[in-house]
């Protein structure tokens, strides 16, 4: 009985915490798709030719309730977030995890890793456009209180823009604590506002019938394509609930969405219907027409407050995605703050802070308006889902061994929907599509630069090295002077002598009493585990091979896991610790082959302005010997 007893206890702290759990993903992973019923009715029905008819707003609204359920519930919610690695989702984390399940097979592992570069390159067009599309669509609801304020819609915009991005140093959890209230209370105040207008206009719910879509679809023609590059703004978002998953887990993520926050959005996005049916006149604005006149002051400012969480939940996605592309070797290196004790995922990396200030305010300023962003947005979003969808699939093939039977079938409906998406969203690369897609090719280029770059500098180390175990042989017969004390050479390569283990030998003709070459290693795991983390070597003469090794969500402090060694048997004292690095200057040379000139050159400004490698691991200035070296790539 006492057993029992302590099992149910057991199963109550566990559902408290996962209500704890799921309350903080309301305020961090909801606020993109939550502050979609801002602008999607609008986007729809409002442009493109389109009106307000009544089988037209049926249509819509049943093509945004059947998109959200198979696109966010189907799709992501129980579909994607099972292909997590090891807790961390998004779409680099599920990059890593395809290349891991294709073992050897270079070609596909390169394959898949284009795929996974190119959705996380539109993954920062949607970091630019979210906080401007966003805020501009909370602060147009001051044309509908007062329109004389509409003129300064765009200079509040970026007011609370600057100052959104000026806050990022602070660390999220300073802001976080305030923000599941605030969007608590935005996702009840949508639910009441929706529900009011169906009580009065019940026969909006018929657009529950799938057959309404279709006959959107069929009575519409070419504009209903059109309409459907709308209706992905409802979906704005989904990509947010993965990639946030290792901060909340998938559970609370799952109840979170299933009980609170898709009921709210279904509500609002009727109640915006029911209005429509009664006064096709409020396409307006919709959103801001559902809300009584006294409260729509209050109401501005609650979706403003919404609006720079939503944004939040893109900007610290952009974050954890960069470190990520660092770590998996697909970036410079850049400096990485930690804002909170308690959540290494909690990062603030100060110059994508700067790149994305300064495009998002090129955004507010080139588009000036939410329905003109409304055309560049959904372009990014469809991208990024479509590679997902791509990827999740060799997932359930290679890792959950699912029958060719299933995947197709699955496969077939869920590219169908993302390529349809895609589609009626690349009709609007003229109007502002190209502005995602122009980011998208640029940080793409940068990416893929930097990788193959790094593989033809290591080619070109490796190849002018000395082999290691030689030289060890020719050193014990010919003895060079010994000082006291540990020199740790950064090495790429464990069988060739480092060029600073040399340099330092032929210059300053001596040999520490113990030699160990270092290399860190990351995994395509986001965590190392603790008996993969060290391993080391032992060689003639005092030499040691250590391989440090980390996850891709992880900061490499490589003094702090050499500290650990001494359980491996190896002890180190970094008063007495000298570490060697041999810095390598860049020139691009057009007779080497390898890259075009011009991506050798962007190679070598990129390498030019990284972030050091030591700084990158942590070594303290004070116990680093830098000696150069040129390499032409």
Same mark, same amino acid.
């Given at each position: ?15 408290? +915490? &996962? ?39 049926? @249509? ?17 919610? %129980? ?96 802001? @976080?604590?305030?923000?599941? #209230?605030?969007?608590?209370?935005? =996702? ?25 879509? &279709? ?39 799952? &109840?979170?969405?299933?009980?609170? &926050? ?10 915006? @219907? ?48 960069? +470190? ?23 990062? =603030? ?34 991208? %990024? ?14 890792? *959950? +061994?699912?029958? *060719? ?46 990788? +193959? ?37 950064? %090495? ?79 002890? =180190? ?38 972030? #050091? ?21």
């Amino acid at each position: 009985m006492g057993h029992a007893h302590l099992q149910g206890g057991g199963a109550a702290d566990s559902r408290r +915490r &996962v209500a704890k759990l799921a309350l903080g993903a309301i305020g961090v992973v909801f606020g993109d798709i939550g502050t979609s019923p801002l602008y999607t009715m609008k986007e729809t029905l409002g442009t493109h030719g389109m009106s307000p008819t009544p089988p037209a707003v049926l @249509g819509v609204l049943s093509l945004i309730l059947w998109s959200l359920i198979i696109v966010v519930s189907l799709k992501y919610v %129980t579909f994607v977030m099972r292909a997590d690695n090891k807790g961390e989702g998004g779409i680099m984390a599920l990059m890593a995890l395809t290349q891991r399940s294709m073992g050897g097979l270079a070609r596909a592992r390169w394959v898949l890793g284009l795929f996974g570069i190119f959705g996380a390159a539109l993954f920062y067009g949607d970091g630019v456009i979210t906080p401007a599309i966003s805020v501009l669509g909370a602060v147009e609801g001051l044309e509908v209180a007062a329109p004389s304020l509409g003129r300064f819609v765009v200079l509040i915009a970026l007011v609370i823009l600057a100052g959104m991005f000026a806050l990022q140093r602070h660390g999220t959890h300073a802001v @976080g604590k305030a923000f599941a #209230p605030v969007m608590t209370l935005w =996702f009840l105040v949508l639910a009441v506002l929706g529900a009011r207008q169906i009580v009065q206009h019940p026969q909006v719910l018929y657009a529950a019938n799938p057959a309404y879509a &279709v006959r959107f679809f069929v009575s519409h023609g070419h504009t209903s394509f059109i309409a459907l590059g709308g209706v992905v703004l409802a979906l704005t978002g989904a990509e947010a609930l993965y990639a946030d998953m290792g901060h909340f887990g998938k559970k609370p993520i799952r &109840v979170a969405w299933f009980c609170f &926050v898709l009921p709210a959005l279904l509500f609002n996005y009727f109640g915006q @219907g029911a209005l429509l049916l009664r006064n096709p006149a409020a396409i307006d604005s919709p959103f801001y027409l559902l809300v009584p006149e006294a409260l729509l002051y209050p109401m501005v400012a609650l979706a403003t407050a919404a609006a720079v969480i939503a944004s939040q939940a893109v900007i610290s996605g952009a974050f954890s995605m960069t +470190r990520e592309a660092m770590s998996l070797g697909y970036s410079p290196r850049m400096a990485v703050v930690h804002t909170s004790r308690e959540m290494s995922g909690q990062i =603030f990396v100060p110059w994508v802070n700067r790149m994305l200030l300064v495009l998002v305010v090129g955004a507010v300023l080139g588009f000036r308006s939410s329905d003109n962003l409304g055309a560049a947005y959904g372009i990014a979003v469809t991208g %990024t889902m479509t590679m997902t969808t791509l990827l999740a699939l060799v997932v359930a093939r290679r890792m *959950w +061994r699912w029958n *060719w039977l299933v995947v197709v079938p699955v496969g077939i409906l869920l590219m169908a929907l993302d390529l349809s998406y895609f589609g009626a969203n690349a009709l609007k690369i003229a109007h502002g599509g190209w502005f995602p897609l122009v980011l998208g090719v640029v940080i793409f280029i940068v990416m893929t630069t930097w990788r +193959r770059g790094r593989e033809l500098v290591m080619r070109e180390i490796k190849q002018g090295g000395l082999a290691l175990e030689p030289f060890i042989a020719s050193i014990a017969e010919h003895p060079p002077l010994r000082v006291p004390g540990t020199a740790v050479f950064l %090495t790429a390569n464990q069988n060739a002598v480092p060029h600073a283990l040399l340099h330092n030998l032929k210059h300053n003709k001596v040999l520490h009493e113990r030699n160990v070459l270092l290399t860190v290693e990351v995994l395509e795991t986001p965590l190392a585990e603790a008996e993969e983390r060290i391993e080391i070597t032992r060689m003639d003469g005092e030499f040691y091979g250590l391989a440090l090794r980390f996850g891709f969500a992880e900061d490499p402090n490589v003094p702090l896991a050499m500290s650990q060694c001494a359980r491996e048997g190896i002890a =180190f004292d970094m008063m007495d610790t000298t570490f060697f690095l041999s810095r390598e200057t860049i020139v691009a040379d057009a007779r080497r082959p390898g890259m075009a000139l011009w991506r050798d050159k962007l190679f070598a400004f990129l390498a030019r302005n990284a972030l #050091p490698a030591t700084a990158f691991f942590q070594i303290p200035g004070n116990r680093l010997i830098e000696l150069g070296a040129q390499v032409e790539i």
